[in-house]
């Protein structure tokens, strides 16, 4: 497998498992571990590989061409079986930009956690082997939790005889440290346990939803729809709920994303349904606010469900998706808008996209007619922990859509 052939960013990053062919010792695991962290500083990566009776998972990120090196080399590294690439992206910055590569495993003993290796919360490598394909958000997730903005530009190569570029700040990751990483793992873990629970009518509703004959979902949806003729109050109840549900089918593999998808345009369509008959009256002097997905974001349900809660409350709301970064900086050069909401996946974490947005974010705010441009935030992984918003450079993360005109006004009074 090669990365796609496309206009090289500054970055990659890339996430995979294995399984080992061979039970790993400490001393194979130590060897392991120096000799991926010589690989990588001449190539200019850095990572995390996790290892877990028999079963490895890496993240590596770094210039296209020294990752495609060594994702090749991985492939053909006889201690590798079973390979499954998890997901491969377009980053700005690194994630894990102070490592050239950390290890952990279980067997992982204190005195080794200041040489190379970390010590992870068993309960993070108990998640990630019940959920694999979800890899690539769970590792994310570590280091867009921590406090501290560092990213690090390519290494040259060490036989270059050239000195290594600086280290650049950042508005987007916080540097990843050991002194706060494990406490933050475990706050995640908490916090993830503590969540409203949701009404079991709706976890059984998405159950129905990916169902072949989607028939009786969809009488199900409309029996829900009619409890309630606030947009508002079907927002937060029914199809906020409804879509993180959805996700988490997928996330337990109990459907395919395919499935998934198609059952997130089904809420939308039902939603767009009950709401057509809504009366609209416009109020004067609202803010102009530009509704919008994420470019590249393929779940839509969120930006929609915004963009008709704005609608129906009278606000001067327009609603596109651009497929690209440079359409959405077009939309904002030709027109004036005052705030711009913008959405990752209502039903997925989706905390690996979190650097793309953060440079979407950025460019935007250039290319603004208005130099003064509120960005809010949305999407599950905002739902979850809001405060992410201002830590990739918006003015504010939006937990439901019944919420985004208050985070609007807020931010355009600051």
């Not at 061979?22 to 200019?44: C, I, K, V």
């Not at 850095?46 to 990120?61: K, P, S």
């Not at 993070?124 to 082997?129: F, G, K, R, S």
């Amino acid at each position: 497998m090669r990365l796609r052939d496309t206009v090289a960013p500054d970055l990659w990053s890339l996430v995979y498992h294995s399984q080992s062919r061979r039970p790993m010792s400490d001393d194979d695991l130590a060897g392991l571990q120096r000799a991926a962290a010589e690989r990588n500083r001449a190539e200019g990566l850095t990572g995390l590989l996790i290892y877990d009776n028999g079963r490895f998972f890496q993240w590596l990120e770094g210039p296209e061409e020294g990752l495609e090196k060594v994702w090749q080399s991985i492939q053909r590294d006889p201690r590798h079986g079973a390979i499954d690439l998890l997901g491969r992206t377009q980053t700005p910055v690194r994630c894990f930009g102070e490592w050239d590569m950390k290890l952990s495993t279980r067997s992982l003993t204190q005195e080794k956690t200041n040489s190379g290796f970390i010590h992870l919360p068993p309960t993070l490598i108990d998640t990630l082997n019940r959920r694999p394909h979800a890899a690539a958000e769970l590792l994310a997730s570590m280091a867009i939790r921590s406090p501290v903005v560092i990213a690090r530009e390519p290494l040259l190569a060490a036989s270059g005889g050239r000195s290594p570029s600086p280290r650049p700040k950042h508005d987007v990751l916080k540097n990843v440290v050991e002194s706060v990483l494990v406490p933050q793992l475990a706050a995640l873990h908490v916090d993830s346990a503590t969540l409203p629970i949701v009404d079991p009518r709706i976890a059984e509703l998405a159950r129905l939803l990916v169902a072949t004959d989607p028939e009786s979902g969809l009488a199900r949806m409309a029996e829900l729809q009619a409890l309630s003729q606030s947009i508002s109050v079907l927002c937060r109840d029914l199809y906020e709920p409804l879509a993180r549900s959805l996700g988490d089918l997928w996330i337990d593999d109990d459907c395919t994303e395919l499935e998934m998808t198609v059952a997130l345009c089904r809420v939308q369509s039902a939603m767009r349904q009950s709401t057509s008959a809504a009366q609209r009256l416009p109020v004067a002097n609202l803010p102009a606010v530009l509704v919008t997905p994420q470019p590249g974001e393929l779940h839509r349900l969120g930006a929609s469900l915004d963009a008709e809660v704005l609608w129906q409350a009278g606000w001067n709301t327009q609603y596109e998706a651009p497929a690209t970064d440079a359409a959405l900086e077009q939309l904002v050069a030709d027109t004036w808008f005052d705030a711009l909401d913008l959405s990752l996946s209502a039903s997925l974490h989706r905390e690996q996209w979190l650097p793309r947005m953060a440079q979407t974010i950025r460019q935007v705010r250039d290319a603004s007619r208005n130099p003064q441009l509120v960005v809010v935030v949305g999407g599950r992984v905002f739902h979850e922990r809001e405060e992410t918003g201002t830590d990739i450079g918006a003015d504010a993360g939006n937990r439901s859509a019944p919420l985004l005109a208050a985070k609007i006004m807020a931010s355009l009074k600051r």
